[in-house]
């Protein structure tokens, strides 16, 4: 079945080109959902941010814990080729 209302909500954000989780989960389309927003941590030494995703990680999975469906939306991909631990943005050396 399909949901006009939510499609509609999804659209709106898309064109907007906002890219948050926040309208969403503003818009109570999946009442009783979970949202886990906060940023993975970016711009320290390659150690630290190491050390700070893991506390990321931690903090999520213990968001999560009861949920029985997770939805991931990674802006960069789940591996892109050219990551590097600490970078903001994947660059694509191609281009």
Not at 18 to 45: H, M, R, W
Not at 72 to 95: C, I, M, Q, T, Y
Request: net charge negative; proline share 8%; hydrophobic share 40%.
């Amino acid at each position: 079945m399909f949901e006009p209302q939510l499609f509609d909500v999804l659209e709106q954000v898309v064109r907007s080109g906002c890219q948050k989780v926040a309208p969403l989960e503003d818009a109570n389309l999946l009442p009783d959902s979970i949202y886990f927003s906060e940023q993975i941590p970016t711009g320290a030494t390659p150690k630290e941010t190491a050390a700070l995703r893991q506390k990321w990680l931690a903090h999520c999975r213990a968001q999560l814990t009861d949920c029985n469906l997770v939805f991931l939306d990674p802006d960069n991909g789940l591996e892109p080729k050219h990551f590097g631990l600490g970078n903001k943005r994947v660059v694509n050396p191609s281009a």
